[in-house]
């Protein structure tokens, strides 16, 4: 399974949300019955990423079956909705960075998932300036990493 | 758009089980499998700080789970509280489960002499000095050694690129002022990475690099 069997989009996810918009989206996996996917979670979620221990929270999270009583057709397009919450807001941080996206979990026979995600922005905090070292300490070469 | 791209020596890609474990010139995964097989599970795996010994458990662990092994892993890097909790989870895992303790030294006197009295097999441990396994002895599965080499492959496996020469021997000066603890050149390249940033390396978008 490849980006190219997922369709899943955020209607105006290239805008900065504020806390409390409506974020609406879709997704489909037109080929779903062909690629045995069982199941399908999205989620609007956000994490960090940095230096240190992650953090991780759920803010909602929608299940699809492709089996069961409650079955649907995951090659169909399948619209979500969601207020988003004040916080936490996007942050593009140093020591620590503050994500935001709409994840797509799939589930597939025999336990195989792949996961895709789509970024988006929530809030507007400015990004952080890294403060620029005395260059008579830093007598590191310079570098592009 | 609005995109956050991620550092790609950010924690979620250095810890142990992101990386992939890099064999060296005296370890490679299916040798030391071997060793655990040849010794009833029962061995350690000794290496300074930052020398890869979690991220070996971590590779081990997968092809544990592969193979559908009953194992158990406990990580003793979390804290008092989590050395508490861990020294329970070690004294009460069933002697046929491979229990694995990642960071043996920490637990206490006591706790370490009964788990190498108790469990004759099934017993893996990772440790900075060699452990001697009275009344058993305790098998050297695998020695983690650190090298200049491994740090940069490891900083390429990150970047998803060859280093610059100007990156190789900025990973030279970081791996030896930190004595070759690749955990803490990692850190460095981080702050590099960051102090670079939207200048002339690439990123990685969140997204991409999740996938």
């Known amino acids: 399974m490849t980006h190219d069997d997922v369709l899943l989009t955020v209607v105006d996810g290239d805008r900065q949300f504020e806390a409390g918009d409506l974020l609406v989206g879709s997704f489909a996996i037109p080929r779903a019955d062909e690629l045995g996917v069982k199941r399908a979670e999205l989620s609007i979620v956000w994490y960090t990423s940095g230096k240190g221990d992650e953090d991780f929270g759920v803010h909602k999270l929608f299940t699809y079956n492709s089996e069961g009583s409650d079955a649907v057709s995951l090659g169909r397009r399948r619209d979500f909705r969601t207020r988003l919450p004040a916080g936490p807001l996007s942050y593009d941080g140093v020591a620590v960075k503050i994500h935001w996206c709409v994840r797509l979990r799939v589930i597939m026979t025999r336990g195989r998932q792949r996961v895709f995600d789509k970024p988006f922005w929530l809030g507007h905090v400015a990004r952080a300036q890294l403060v620029q070292e005395s260059p008579l300490i830093d007598d590191s070469p310079e570098l592009s990493i | ?211």
């Open chain 2, 1 to 211: 758009m609005m995109t956050l791209a991620c550092n790609p020596f950010a924690s979620r890609f250095t810890k142990p089980g992101a990386l992939d474990f890099l064999p060296s010139t005296n370890t490679s995964l299916d040798e030391v499998w071997a060793r655990i097989t040849e010794f009833s599970y029962r061995g350690q795996i000794v290496g300074p700080h930052g020398t890869g010994k979690s991220t070996l458990v971590a590779a081990l662990t997968r092809r544990a789970e592969q193979l559908q092994l009953p194992w158990s892993i406990v990580r003793l890097n979390t804290g008092r509280r989590g050395a508490e909790q861990a020294k329970a989870i070690a004294m009460n895992t069933p002697l046929d489960v491979v229990l694995v303790v990642d960071g043996f030294e920490q637990l206490p006197v006591l706790t370490r002499a009964r788990l190498l009295l108790w469990r004759s097999s099934h017993l893996i441990v990772t440790t900075h000095r060699f452990v001697c396994g009275f009344p058993r002895s305790l098998a050297v599965l695998a020695r983690t050694t650190p090298s200049y080499d491994l740090a940069i492959r490891i900083a390429q496996q990150l970047l998803r690129r060859s280093l610059t020469n100007e990156e190789s021997l900025y990973c030279m000066l970081s791996y030896d002022r930190h004595n070759g603890n690749i955990r803490e050149m990692l850190f460095d390249l981080y702050d590099r990475y960051e102090q670079n940033r939207g200048h002339n390396f690439r990123t990685i978008a969140a997204q991409e690099a999740y996938q």
